[in-house]
């Protein structure tokens, strides 16, 4: 590592500016706050108002607050006369969906905790999650999944029963619990506190098995006040939502709380490829999402427009969008900028707002990086998009952008009753009632990420003069997709090297839509294959594209695959057509491999892979 | 590789050191015949010391890395060895090296591993003690690494003495020592201290 190279890509703490950034007051929550209280005072003073809404035929069907409530109740009493007792984790592996939520809050009914499982993870994901954190029982989606489930029934000792929503696992408890009445549960309910564990959310480490994330009432409720006071007087009293990623994501979960409390219709989407279809069904007015979401609604805008020979006037439409929001950020818009913009927004800019339903007025980004010409973009056709920075351990929301206090490429300022600090090395601390207390049965890994009272966020970043935090690097080695999953590369890496003819591998995947990985291939190895194949004297460069080579190294990256959920997974790879040198630079003279050089050098094989 | 404008030293002469726990350990200099004997201590290496010394680490040492490694003049690339002279047959533990920076050549990329079995022993500071000498002899004013931030204590270590640690590849801190201006000033410095320190052993 030269000196001068390092200065190039690295920038320097010493320029900037600020090293603290306080949030305002944050009022504190009662001791007895609990995640379902704004669920029970919704359905008490507002019976009959939806709570929810779900795909019926060609329209969407409300489900009452005091409907959802009351199948809450019952459900709990199922899981109380199933044996859960309070303080027990229960484990819920299905897509997003009415049943999720509802066994989410019957658990938290019981008194017990809910431990989300994506319903991609894979088998041996599931068995770590289920064993680690003690689940009693598991509810699983279909039939798919308890088969898999039950294939690893030994090595999960503690789970002494697997339920199928599908095959009416609501209604089946409902009935075992037909004895327990509803005082037993409002008991039960009356005795939360506010920081007992709610949840406990799986998240992979750099290394190693994933962490479980202990989040209590008192995080997640804390955290929807303060997302709450930043958008301030912004949103209206009859806004509605829209339920479309992964509830085992805690922003998605965050979300749901948020439009609880504020008394919001959301409707569940049936899938992300709907999206086109749902939005303008269930009209939300405000959404928490993704970079992916909001990439895909540009993307498919823009395929439409090229397709029907259009593609030069949506690219000058947003150039103009773009141009039109920096100037704005900036203070001054030129007036010729506005003209255009005018004019785009009949022809261009409405279809886009369209697609999300054209009632679209507040959303929210979370999860990963969301380009800054991207937010430029949306504000620009007058959709603003509030990006926010957070992780699983901090509920999830430590800064935000919000209306009137909003810097597009900045993550925004803390929320209420938050700290951040930047550290000399330039990491990013957090302090605040949103930051959990450690991991589940992980002493030395909570012990790993507090710091004096300091969370280490493992990211690094700068504070401007105006307390916005800026997102700038990563000390952990993780990767973060624009669907908002975090990969460990170094876990699936090995296994990849663990194939004969693989010299390196390097799994790439940050801000980009799936998981992909760089191969190159082991000289020797390779001679000796070739030389099996009667196909001696093939040149190493020769053979990156050839499809036995291909099918060779095909068989490994499913070997490694099959350690991590669908979202995780390698989804296309390249074999490069040399090995990583120290003269590129993409080693240094001690053969560190170095993933941000090879990014660069390798970046035509990189695009080829997401332009596919 | 590159034709070396410095032709090789002879191979400097071994020196002897006693460990805190009283074995002795002699440090010498990597020779080319010592190609087997790296691919076979590499063979030994937990995958935790492989990852943070190599961050990508190889499953086995390929004859391009080889010579790589092996292509040491003593000057600008330079390889210490440490054996176990009192056991038997004499086992290779731990090696420590750099390469002096073409963009710098007042720098030098610095490594350091030993053998899992072997970390705590004070071995990884007797060869990092006698390669900043080396170092320093060579016109080497800094060493530099990258070290994954996963390596806390000896980032810890290194930061207690005034290293410069800073965010650089994703996962990879970039850090840099100053080494004392005078060979003499080394004993009793807060670098030596950080050596001493450092002798959890845990690659660089």
């Given at each position: 590592m030269s000196a001068t190279s390092s200065a190039q890509h690295t920038p320097d703490p010493g320029l900037a500016s600020e090293t603290l950034a306080v949030g305002p007051a944050l009022p504190t929550l009662d001791a007895n706050a609990h995640v379902l209280a704004p669920l029970l005072s919704f359905a008490k003073e507002a019976p009959e108002r939806p709570v929810f809404a779900v795909r019926d035929g060609a329209g969407y069907r409300d489900i009452s607050s005091a409907e959802f409530a009351r199948s809450v109740h019952r459900v709990a009493a199922g899981l109380i006369a199933a044996g859960v007792e309070p303080g027990d984790r229960v484990a819920l592996m299905a897509s997003t969906r009415l049943e999720w939520l509802l066994f989410d809050f019957a658990i938290l009914a019981a008194g017990s905790v809910t431990v989300p499982i994506y319903d991609t993870s894979s088998t041996e994901q599931v068995q770590w999650i289920v064993s680690d954190s003690g689940a009693v029982l598991l509810v699983v989606e279909n039939q798919t999944m308890r088969a898999a489930a039950e294939s690893i029934r030994a090595d999960m000792p503690g789970c002494r029963e697997i339920l199928v929503i599908d095959d009416d696992a609501a209604g089946g408890l409902e009935r075992r619990g037909a004895e327990i009445d509803d005082e037993t549960v409002g008991r039960i309910v009356a005795g939360l506190r506010a920081d007992d564990p709610a949840t406990v959310i799986y998240t992979s480490g750099t290394?190693?098995?994933?962490?479980?994330?202990?989040?209590?009432?008192?995080?997640?409720r804390t955290n929807v006040s303060q997302s709450?006071?930043?958008?301030?007087?912004?949103?209206?009293?009859?806004?509605?939502?829209?339920?479309?990623?992964?509830?085992?994501?805690?922003?998605?979960?965050?979300y749901v709380l948020f439009a609880l409390e504020r008394r919001m219709r959301c409707a569940f989407g049936t899938d992300v490829a709907h999206l086109a279809e749902e939005f303008p069904l269930a009209q939300p007015t405000v959404i928490a999402a993704v970079p992916r979401i909001f990439e895909k609604v540009y993307e498919g805008a823009?395929?439409?427009?090229?397709?029907?020979?259009?593609?030069?006037?949506?690219?000058?439409?947003?150039?103009?969008?773009?141009?039109?929001?920096?100037?704005?950020?900036?203070?001054?818009?030129?007036?010729?900028?506005?003209?255009?913009?005018?004019?785009?927004?009949?022809?261009?800019?409405?279809?886009?707002?369209?697609a999300f339903g054209g009632q679209l007025r507040f959303a929210f980004s979370g999860g990963g990086p969301l380009g800054e010409r991207l937010t430029h973009f949306f504000a620009g056709i007058g959709l603003d998009v509030y990006e926010g920075y957070g992780l699983t351990e901090t509920s999830p929301t430590l800064t935000i952008n919000a209306p009137g206090a909003w810097k597009p490429g900045t993550v925004g300022r803390p929320v209420a009753g938050t700290s951040i600090r930047i550290a000399d090395d330039g990491e990013i601390l957090a302090k605040g009632p949103q930051v959990f207390s450690g991991y589940w049965h992980n002493d030395?890994?909570?012990?790993?990420?507090?710091?004096?009272?300091?969370?280490?966020?493992?990211?690094?970043?700068?504070?401007?003069?105006?307390?916005?935090?800026?997102?700038?690097?990563?000390?952990?080695?993780?990767?973060?997709?624009?669907?908002?999953?975090?990969?460990?590369?170094?876990?699936?890496?090995?296994?990849?090297?663990?194939?004969?003819?693989?010299?390196?591998?390097?799994?790439?995947?940050?801000?980009?839509?799936?998981?992909?990985a760089l191969i190159t291939l082991d000289e020797l190895a390779v001679e000796r294959w070739c030389a099996e194949r009667e196909r001696a004297g093939t040149p190493i460069s020769a053979l990156?594209?050839?499809?036995?080579?291909?099918?060779?190294?095909?068989?490994?990256?499913?070997?490694?695959?099959?350690?991590?959920?669908?979202?995780?997974?390698?989804?296309?790879?390249?074999?490069?057509?040399?090995?990583?040198?120290?003269?590129?630079?993409?080693?240094?003279?001690?053969?560190?491999?170095?993933?941000?050089?090879?990014?660069?050098?390798?970046?035509?094989?990189?695009?080829?892979?997401y332009t596919r | 590789m590159a034709v070396d404008p410095h032709p090789p030293r002879a191979a400097p002469e071994p020196r002897h050191f006693q460990l805190p726990d009283g074995a002795t350990v002699s440090v010498r200099p990597l020779v080319p015949g010592d190609r087997d004997e790296l691919?076979?201590?590499?063979?030994?290496?937990?995958?935790?010391?492989?990852?943070?010394?190599?961050?990508?680490?190889?499953?086995?040492?390929?004859?391009?890395?080889?010579?790589?490694?092996?292509?040491?003049?003593?000057?600008?690339?330079?390889?210490?060895?440490?054996?176990?002279?009192?056991?038997?047959?004499?086992?290779?533990?731990?090696?420590?090296?750099?390469?002096?920076?073409?963009?710098?050549?007042?720098?030098?990329?610095?490594?350091?591993?030993?053998?899992?079995?072997?970390?705590?022993?004070?071995?990884?500071?007797?060869?990092?003690?006698?390669?900043?000498?080396?170092?320093?002899?060579?016109?080497?004013?800094?060493?530099?690494?990258?070290?994954?931030?996963?390596?806390?204590?000896?980032?810890?270590?290194?930061?207690?003495?005034?290293?410069?640690?800073?965010?650089?590849?994703?996962?990879?801190?970039?850090?840099?020592?100053?080494?004392?201006?005078?060979?003499?000033?080394?004993?009793?410095?807060?670098?030596?201290?950080?050596?001493?320190?450092?002798?959890?052993?845990?690659?660089?």
């Open positions: 290394t190693g098995r994933p962490k479980g994330c202990v989040l209590s009432h008192r995080n997640l709450g006071l930043a958008v301030g007087p912004a949103l209206q009293p009859e806004e509605s939502g829209m339920l479309f990623l992964p509830l085992a994501h805690v922003l998605t979960k965050g823009r395929q439409k427009a090229v397709a029907a020979g259009k593609g030069k006037i949506f690219d000058k439409a947003a150039e103009v969008a773009i141009t039109w929001s920096q100037q704005r950020s900036a203070g001054k818009v030129a007036p010729v900028v506005g003209a255009k913009r005018w004019l785009f927004d009949k022809l261009v800019y409405g279809k886009i707002r369209a030395t890994a909570t012990a790993d990420v507090f710091d004096d009272g300091w969370f280490r966020t493992g990211d690094v970043g700068a504070l401007d003069a105006d307390g916005y935090l800026r997102i700038t690097g990563r000390k952990k080695e993780l990767i973060v997709t624009s669907a908002g999953k975090n990969v460990a590369p170094a876990p699936l890496e090995d296994r990849l090297r663990a194939g004969a003819l693989v010299s390196q591998a390097v799994v790439i995947g940050e801000g980009r839509p799936f998981v992909s990156a594209d050839d499809p036995e080579i291909r099918a060779e190294i095909q068989q490994v990256v499913d070997a490694a695959n099959a350690s991590v959920s669908r979202a995780e997974s390698i989804r296309e790879f390249v074999v490069l057509p040399s090995d990583f040198t120290i003269e590129s630079d993409e080693l240094t003279p001690t053969l560190k491999v170095r993933r941000g050089i090879v990014e660069k050098s390798r970046a035509s094989d990189i695009d080829a892979i | 691919v076979a201590r590499y063979g030994e290496l937990s995958s935790r010391s492989r990852r943070l010394r190599f961050v990508s680490a190889p499953v086995h040492l390929s004859d391009r890395l080889l010579d790589h490694l092996l292509d040491v003049d003593y000057v600008d690339r330079h390889a210490l060895v440490a054996t176990l002279v009192d056991e038997p047959g004499a086992p290779s533990v731990g090696i420590a090296r750099y390469f002096r920076s073409a963009a710098d050549p007042t720098h030098a990329d610095a490594a350091v591993t030993v053998l899992d079995a072997h970390q705590g022993r004070g071995i990884g500071t007797v060869l990092l003690t006698s390669l900043v000498e080396t170092a320093m002899e060579n016109g080497i004013e800094a060493f530099t690494a990258d070290i994954l931030w996963d390596n806390a204590e000896l980032l810890d270590a290194l930061r207690s003495v005034g290293a410069r640690v800073m965010p650089g590849e994703p996962g990879l801190a970039t850090v840099r020592v100053d080494l004392p201006p005078v060979p003499d000033g080394l004993r009793g410095s807060p670098l030596h201290e950080v050596m001493r320190m450092a002798s959890a052993d845990t690659p660089a």
